[in-house]
Every structure is written in structure tokens, then in C-alpha cells.
């Protein structure tokens, strides 16, 4: 099946500073990129919906300043969070949508803010 | 996008069958019911989708009643790798159709 990849895996960050995570689809072109966030022992919650070359849509009470999303390619997402804070620490899953079909999910980043 | 109502908690003995409820009651017309699971610390896997016709693949099958309010996944022969959190979604078939995944189910497979 489609792979998608996620770097970092882990990422630790003092409170204040910014942070990028990318999420790749590997052997496959995504019309479509997702990200969500999900909190200890919670399910996956939606923050955005981003297309190649556009600006992606966020899901209500996502400040879209505080989470950057460049879609820059067909294989490349970025998200960025800015000037984390502890309340950021979350694990943060991408995944990729070819055409009209599934969802393929990334591995996960889990971000820690100190 | 149609919300799901899925048990909190199961659990099968190991070589059973698991079988897995979802309600999804104000499912539209054109919306698909996906399942996907997620081991501990990792990214969601697919597993199934389905419109209104029983699906199946290596994996698992799919059951949708005919009148579309619920589905049932099942996995015929449950091994400890199965144990995860099941979700089942409902969305539409079409580029950037979002996925809101519900509560879950966490399936426990016991030895």
C-alpha cells in the first residue's frame, strides 16, 4: 500500500520556539493532505485540510496562525507550530489521499514542549 | 459528516472472531463507512470501506445493514496483533472529503 512518512518522529522543544513537521507520501502523488492532533488516550481530532498550491482550511477553533501548514508539492506537507507552548504536546499524524480514494495515515510526531 | 457511535471497550478470545458494532444513524446518501485501527503510538491504519454492498478483503469484512444506520467489522480469527483502538468513520467519496473520527473502540484480544 501507500506509505507515508513523518520527520520528526519525536521532537522536544523549549516553550516559545517554533516547530516543523513534514509528512511525505512516498510512492504516490496526494491530491490531499490532513493533519490531526491527538491528546493521551483520546481520538485523532482533525486541525486542517491542505491542497497542493493553495491554503489550507482549518477546522473551527484551529488558529491557523499558531499551526502554518505549507503544502508546497504533491508529495510534501509541512506544519509548523508556532512559539509552542506545554499545552501544544500532542501527537500530530498527517496523512495523504490519493484521488478519490482512502486516507493513508503517517507514523506520527509526538511533540513534547518544555 | 455523519457522526458514529461505537462501544467503548471489547474483548475476544485469541482465534475468535471479533466482531465490531457502529451506529451511524445520520449517514447520508453518499457518504462511505471506512473503519481503520490504531496500534498504541501510531498512526491509524485502513482497514475497509463500504457503501451499502458487505465488503471484504484480507483483512476483515464489512456488514452494513440495509438500511445503512450501522455496520459491523469483523475480523475472522483474532490474534493478540489485533488488539488497537477500531474506529469506524463515515465520509464522503470525493477529493479532500474529511475523515472525523469518532471515539473508537478499544479491542482487547485476550490470550
Known amino acids: 500500500g501507500a506509505v507515508v512518512s513523518q520527520h520528526p518522529s519525536r521532537v522536544i522543544c523549549k516553550s516559545g520556539t517554533s516547530v516543523k513537521i513534514e509528512c511525505r507520501s512516498l510512492?504516490?502523488?496526494?491530491?490531499?493532505m490532513f493533519w490531526y492532533r491527538q491528546f493521551p488516550k483520546q481520538s485523532l481530532m482533525l486541525m486542517a485540510t491542505s491542497n497542493e498550491g493553495s491554503k489550507a482550511t482549518y477546522e473551527q477553533g484551529v488558529e491557523k496562525d499558531k499551526f502554518l501548514i505549507n503544502h508546497a508539492s504533491l508529495t510534501l506537507s509541512t506544519l509548523t507550530v508556532t512559539s509552542a507552548h506545554p499545552e501544544d504536546s500532542s501527537f500530530y499524524i498527517c496523512s495523504a489521499q490519493v484521488g478519490s480514494y482512502e486516507q493513508y495515515f503517517g507514523p506520527g510526531t509526538r511533540l513534547t514542549v518544555t | 459528516d455523519a457522526k458514529t457511535t461505537q462501544p467503548t471497550s471489547m474483548d475476544c478470545a485469541e482465534g475468535r472472531a471479533a466482531n465490531l458494532p457502529c451506529n451511524h444513524s445520520?449517514?447520508?446518501?453518499?457518504?462511505?463507512v471506512y473503519w481503520y485501527r490504531q496500534i498504541h503510538s501510531q498512526g491509524p491504519q485502513y482497514i475497509i470501506h463500504g457503501l451499502k454492498n458487505n465488503e471484504t478483503n484480507e483483512m476483515a469484512s464489512l456488514i452494513i445493514t440495509e438500511d445503512r444506520k450501522s455496520s459491523t467489522l469483523i475480523l475472522p480469527h483474532a490474534t493478540l496483533r489485533d488488539t488497537a483502538v477500531y474506529y469506524c468513520c463515515a465520509s464522503g467519496y470525493s477529493s479532500a472529503s474529511k475523515i472525523i473520527f469518532g471515539s473508537g473502540t478499544r479491542l482487547s484480544i485476550r490470550p
Open positions: 510512492d504516490f502523488q496526494a491530491t490531499t
Open positions: 445520520t449517514i447520508s446518501g453518499n457518504e462511505y
